[in-house]
């Protein structure tokens, strides 16, 4: 994908430039920025699971130039729009008191996992088709599974440490199932609705994190 000319880059402020100019165009940069990440999220949800560069600034009204003047490449889009998604999943995410029943806290924890898998479907779909040639992709999903194994080690502390010495392997075992690779299967691979694959992953967590004489 080829890219327009970079367009001349603002001069720093002269010693007697007022300051309100100076944030005027912080505040318009960082709006084209937002705009060009809101635009490439949701060309992805719309099934445009590889949009290009031209797509990009027409959904976000600008010309090529000014995309690529804000970022230097795709890399870089990735990554803020890696971010975004996190911000997205965090405004979504409720805590899960660790001190409730554990049968009650796999449903609250499968029930909640299953609502931000589906909040990054689209986009964990169009990561999986560019991940193997994009580094930045690796890293955001990275990122995701080391929140939802912070979230495990907290939320199933009493059962994890009952484990013990199995405890990193269930704790590997809860993350698998209730991350995207098996998301993905038990919706795109098996055909299942959200409510029969969130009773899957619930079915899976629960006999993980079981008691060894209740399995």
């Known amino acids: 994908m080829g890219r327009a000319e970079a ?3 603002a001069e720093a402020p002269g010693r007697g430039e007022p300051a309100g100019r100076v944030d005027g165009r912080t505040a318009r940069a960082e709006r084209t920025r937002a705009a060009i990440v809101e635009a490439h999220l949701a ?23 000014t995309l690529w003047t804000n970022f230097k490449d795709m890399e870089t889009l990735f990554e ?30 499968c029930r909640q996992r299953a609502k931000l898998l589906q909040l990054i479907a689209p986009s964990a779909r169009a990561a999986q088709m560019r991940e193997p040639f994009s580094a930045q992709l ?17 939320l199933f502390a009493t059962e994890l440490d009952r484990a013990d ?34 009773a899957v992953m619930a079915r899976t967590v629960g006999a993980l994190l079981a008691e060894p004489a209740d399995r």
């Open 7 to 9: 367009p001349d880059r």
């Open 43 to 65: 060309l992805i949800s719309e099934g445009d699971l590889r949009p290009t560069g031209e797509r990009i600034a027409e959904r976000a009204g600008i010309s090529l130039r």
């Open 80 to 109: 803020a729009s890696g971010a975004e998604l996190l911000r997205q999943q965090d405004a979504a995410w409720r805590p899960i008191s660790p001190t409730l029943p554990l049968a009650k806290r796999v449903d609250a924890y």
């Open 138 to 154: 690796r890293r955001n999903r990275l990122k995701h599974i080391a929140r939802v194994r912070d979230e495990v080690e907290k």
């Open 165 to 198: 010495p199995g405890r990193e392997q269930v704790v590997n075992a809860v993350v698998a199932a209730s991350t995207w690779p098996t998301w993905s299967t038990l919706r795109d691979g098996l055909g299942l609705g959200v409510d029969a694959a969130r």
